[in-house]
């Protein structure tokens, strides 16, 4: 098994750009969540999903768009790039119930 | 609004010594995970307590959970180099998990 995939490790974006931090787990787990780490301040879930066609808002939601159509899939989508979107992305997935979480690898998100 | 705190946020302990890191949460849970974080990687599980009184142990760590004072402790025995990390708890109130911001933890020889 891969586990969490994520990709890319790395992208750079001008202020308005958009695009698609891509994560994929094969544990065929119903969990999926997406946090941006920021220095000092911990892990914030951004947004969740429970199972293939629900999804929830979760900490820090606002300028992130996600979807899952698929139980392995489960992208996050930035519209309109800003600045204040700079961080580290993690992507992680649990069986259903709410235990341990796996993380992805991370994304790391640079936008000027 | 949920807060998570780790106390402290940075540590610098000689090898051979014993530390506690702390935890505290502000909502009502019995679910809480610690996860160690190796400088520009990703995070690692390391414990999983699901109830009032939970202790789990893995080599020179030692996790435990006490609900009602809403509290987690993360021992540390006889430090070594290799513990060297960042040590974050978090909190799971259902179908979402709140992290502290972490412990810094760095074992000198």
């Known amino acids: 098994n891969a586990g969490v995939t994520q990709t890319p490790k790395f992208q750079v974006l001008k202020t308005g750009q958009s695009m698609t931090l891509q994560c994929a787990q094969d544990?065929?787990?119903?969990?999926m969540s997406w946090y941006r780490q920021d220095p000092g301040m911990g892990l914030r879930l951004i947004h969740y999903?429970?199972?293939?066609?629900?999804?929830d808002q979760g900490e820090v939601p606002n300028g992130y768009n996600v979807s899952r159509s698929t139980t392995e899939d489960f992208p996050l989508r930035l519209l309109s790039a800003a600045p204040s979107q700079t961080s580290v992305y993690f992507c992680?997935?649990?069986?259903?119930?709410?235990?341990?979480?796996?993380f992805g690898p991370g994304t790391r998100l640079t936008v000027l | 609004e949920l807060k998570v705190e780790q106390n402290p946020l940075f540590l610098s302990m000689q090898e051979g010594k014993n530390y506690t890191i702390y935890c505290n949460y502000s909502?009502?849970?019995?679910?809480l995970y610690w996860y160690r974080q190796d400088p520009g990687k990703s995070l690692e599980s390391l414990f999983v307590?699901?109830?009032?009184?939970a202790v789990k142990q893995e080599g020179r760590l030692m996790a435990s959970l006490d609900t009602k004072a809403r509290l987690s402790t993360l021992h540390i025995t006889a430090a070594v180099h290799d513990l060297s990390a960042t040590y974050f708890c978090?909190?799971?109130?259902?179908?979402?998990?709140?992290f502290g911001t972490g412990t810094s933890l760095t074992v000198i020889p």
């Open positions: 992680a997935s649990s069986p259903r119930g709410a235990n341990e979480q796996f």
């Open positions: 544990m065929n787990h119903e969990y």
């Open positions: 999903s429970v199972g293939a066609g629900i999804t």
């Open positions: 909502t009502t849970s019995d679910r």
């Open positions: 307590l699901l109830s009032n009184g």
């Open positions: 978090a909190v799971d109130t259902g179908n979402q998990f709140y």
